[in-house]
């Protein structure tokens, strides 16, 4: 079956919440303070919530979800996040992550492969995905020196960086010319997305 590529990015979307929500959920077994367990659960429950909001965006437009597992791109961020050992690199990696989500968002929702109304709803997308870097900047700040949040938070932007050229670079490569386009835009922007903390 030919996807769409609005199906096909809504899809990633659906997955890659699940996924955030999954990993996220993982560490709230691990951690011994509370405070940081309570964080960690309304992040957890709010990517689940996002996939059901991704899902739901998917129903309406008559499709339904399919298991994708990208090994394209050669995820280094996704296998540094999962070789994780403690909780303050894991929310330097998290917060690597999340920062991009709005800039990547607010490229992708300037393409012109959506259907009617989706320019609204990835607004409020990235509306609701900004505390997500608001806690997590907040947490480490708080709990940890400046030279050691620099220098781990630098490690995961660096290779979060490169996954996500990666994965650019596989668009342009890719047989979908919205991709392409996608991906080219990208690559030429990313000299835009700032790497600091
Ligand atoms: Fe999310
Ligand atoms: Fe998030």
């Known amino acids: 079956m030919q996807y769409t590529t609005e199906f096909k990015i809504l899809n990633d979307y659906f997955w890659a919440e699940m996924a955030a929500g999954l990993v996220i959920g993982k560490w709230l077994r691990r951690v011994e303070s509370f405070e940081l367990a309570d964080k960690l659960l309304a992040h957890t429950q709010e990517e689940f919530e996002h996939a059901q909001f991704w899902k739901q965006r998917i129903l309406e437009l008559g499709m339904e979800p399919i298991q994708v597992h990208h090994i394209e791109g050669k995820p280094n961020y996704f296998i540094y996040l999962n070789s994780i050992k403690t909780i303050e690199e894991f929310l330097c990696a998290v917060h690597a992550y999340e ?55 630098f490690k995961a932007s660096l290779i979060e960086n490169q996954t996500y050229l990666e994965m650019m670079k596989w668009y342009i490569n890719s047989d979908d010319k919205n991709l392409q386009k996608l991906g080219s835009q990208a690559l030429l922007k990313a000299g835009t997305f700032s790497l600091s903390f």
């Open 99 to 153: 920062k991009r989500i709005p800039w990547h968002l607010n490229l992708e929702k300037t393409m012109d492969f959506w259907s009617p109304g989706n320019d609204v709803i990835m607004t409020e997308m990235i509306r609701q995905e900004l505390p997500h870097i608001g806690w997590v900047k907040e947490y480490l700040t708080s709990h940890y020196t400046p030279s050691f949040i620099e220098q781990t938070f």
